[in-house]
């Protein structure tokens, strides 16, 4: 259990401010994680890694000559932001392209994907790898999560491109060893979130899970402890039943820790694994045991294989010198100062367009109903994180506070802006949108990314020029909020997530405003059919996300972003019933 820490929800900013101070002589922070300092001996390609906090060494500590350009840091266990992961590329890339690379997780590649779209549109070449190592996940290749696997695909990039590869080199090099990599994981033990009173999941006394996740995701089955031998035998022997096609007889190997696991326990396993792989004709090529993924406080390890062929094995054998990954020694010299490497560059600014009476009254509305999903997300953080833990990481509760507080906070922020004059107060549409832009970039994760574009959906529906504001203008708002969500996750009712909630919401609102129901009775009745909804996801089983793995024991649980979007739009059925009747009046 994580003993040090101040407030828990600033434990991941504070351990990567200092891990920032400790290597400042090798790498810089930037907004979203950090970068290398540039080599004097000319650019390369960019290799930018990333995913949540609470694995290190990844990611962040495998930044430096012979591996990543840069790690994009998330909140513990949560996807960065789409903003973060361009702000890192944008710092790490040296001209010659970036390579995004990451995990097989559904906020990771929905938010490095958007990155990856901005960039291009900048005209900066990026490419994307994505990891998918775990053979437990899934039985297609290209939907299995990424664990520790990660490593060796980051490793082999990394080396391409000091090795002075072009971008479509890095790429290929990256996807062969992604083709190349299987992984298998045990756990003993659950992890456990920094101020949390107990583990996301836990094992029974005197067996393991098998194929868990690094997030903390539990094990898709328990089995009874086996002894070190018998473990190594399983580890190996189902690794070896998914080896690549035409695979050789030499592998990289990586034998890793998962975080209390200790490092005689490893050396002792590694006896069996070394034995099993000679009895299979494999040889062994600069083998790795310790820990380079890890789960916070997780009990368990892990075992990766990747076949090599000759240049695989060139880059997989290459120097590398980072904070937490040493081959060799490598050359330091050539690092400019961190003075010299200093980030000249700018924030952007934006300013509220001009708003009318009725949009500033709407601006005022919106400030209500944010302190109201606030207060509603505070008290209910808990319960939403329990419901989240049964099949994925529990981290639901605490990412939608993340990103509510910080919604809240910028369109406050964006409101004391204004001029002090009433009459320059920003509109309701410009504090969606800041909230929105807030929420996505602190919140990270899916839900994150979906509930900032919603809310910046809505804002682009209203506007701040009109002299009115009608139900039926709520409505389209409510349709534009829904329709984001569904366009980026790519969710449909039945796929238990808050889909299921919202689509019904929609349809019950726009069908009684049809019916010309007052606005407040419409957005009642739209809530309670959220509710049902929300309650009846606890039948299926989910298609989507991290819980798909698990989706036998999701069974009986209802979706937790369901459960917080019926939650939310119950919450603003408090709102001043006459703020309707007042916005449709202001200025006429």
């Known amino acids: 259990m994580t003993k040090i820490f101040n407030d828990p929800a600033e434990f991941a900013d504070e351990q990567f401010a200092g891990f920032l101070s400790l290597y400042a002589d090798r790498l810089r922070g930037v907004p979203g994680g950090a970068v290398a300092l540039p080599d004097a001996s000319g650019p390369q390609v960019a290799v930018v890694i990333g995913g949540g906090s609470g694995h290190y060494p990844a990611f962040c500590g495998l930044v430096g000559p012979g591996l990543a350009s840069g790690a994009v840091v998330g909140n513990i266990f949560t996807s960065p932001s789409a903003a973060q992961v361009y702000s890192v590329a944008k710092a790490a890339d040296q001209g010659r392209g970036v390579i995004l690379s990451f995990g097989n997780y559904a906020g990771d590649t929905m938010n490095f994907g958007i990155a990856a779209e901005r960039l291009r549109k900048e005209g900066i070449d990026t490419r994307i790898v994505v990891v998918t190592d775990d053979i437990a996940s899934a039985p297609e290749e290209d939907k299995r999560r990424g664990i520790a696997g990660d490593f060796t695909v980051f490793k082999a990039m990394g080396a391409a491109a000091a090795a002075g590869l072009d971008l479509d080199g890095v790429e290929r090099i990256g ?3 992604n083709a190349a990599t299987r992984t298998l994981g045990v756990a003993f033990s659950g992890c456990t979130m920094p101020g949390a ?7 029974p006394e005197g067996h393991l899970g098998l194929g868990l996740g690094i997030h903390g995701e539990p094990g898709i089955r328990d089995e009874a402890l086996p002894s070190a031998q018998e473990l190594g035998a399983t580890l190996v022997r189902s690794l070896l039943k998914e080896a690549p096609e035409r695979a050789g007889k030499r592998v990289g190997v990586i034998l890793n ?3 209390t696991t200790k490092y005689e326990e490893l050396f002792l396993l590694w006896n069996t694994v070394a034995s099993e792989l ?3 004709g494999l ?15 997780m009990g368990g390890c892990s075992l990766t294989l990747m076949w090599l062929d000759e240049e695989l094995e060139t880059y997989w054998t290459a120097d590398a010198y980072t904070p937490a990954y040493r081959k060799q020694k490598a050359a330091t010299a050539g690092l400019l100062s961190p003075a010299e490497a200093a980030d000249q560059d700018t924030a952007e600014t934006e300013t509220a367009p001009p708003a009318t009476a009725a949009a500033r009254a709407l601006g005022r509305l919106v400030l209500d109903g944010l302190a109201t999903m606030r207060r509603t997300l505070h008290e209910h953080e808990k319960s939403l994180g329990d419901i989240d833990a049964v099949a994925g990481d529990g981290d639901h509760g605490r990412g939608m506070v993340r990103g509510i507080d910080a919604a809240l906070t910028a369109a406050l922020a964006a409101a004391e802006a204004g001029d002090a004059s009433e009459t320059r107060a920003p509109g309701g549409a410009w504090l969606l949108h800041r909230a929105g832009g807030a929420w996505a970039e602190q919140a990270g994760g899916t839900s994150g990314v979906l509930w900032g574009a919603a809310l910046e959906g809505a804002a682009a529906s209203l506007t701040d020029d009109r002299d009115r504001y009608t139900a039926a203008d709520f409505t389209a708002a409510a349709d534009a909020f829904a329709g984001a969500i569904t ?4 969710a449909k009712p039945g796929d238990k997530t808050l889909v299921d909630a919202l689509v019904p919401f929609v349809d019950e609102l726009r069908a009684a405003v049809g019916r010309g129901t007052p606005f407040a009775r419409a957005w009642s009745g739209a809530a309670r059919a959220a509710v049902e909804a929300a309650t009846a996801t606890a039948g299926l089983r989910p298609k989507l996300g991290r819980a798909r793995p698990l989706a036998e024991k999701s069974v009986g649980t209802p979706d937790a972003g369901a459960t917080s979007l019926a939650l939310i739009v119950t919450g603003l059925c408090s709102l001043n019933n006459e703020s309707h009747h007042e916005l449709q009046h202001e200025g006429a």
């Open 175 to 177: 996807r062969a060893a």
């Open 197 to 203: 009173q107990g583990p996301l999941f836990t094992v």
């Open 257 to 259: 820790g998962l975080g």
């Open 278 to 280: 000679a009895s299979a």
């Open 283 to 297: 040889e062994p090529v600069d083998v790795e045991v310790g820990e380079l993924v890890t789960s916070l406080d």
């Open 487 to 490: 366009d980026l996750g790519r």
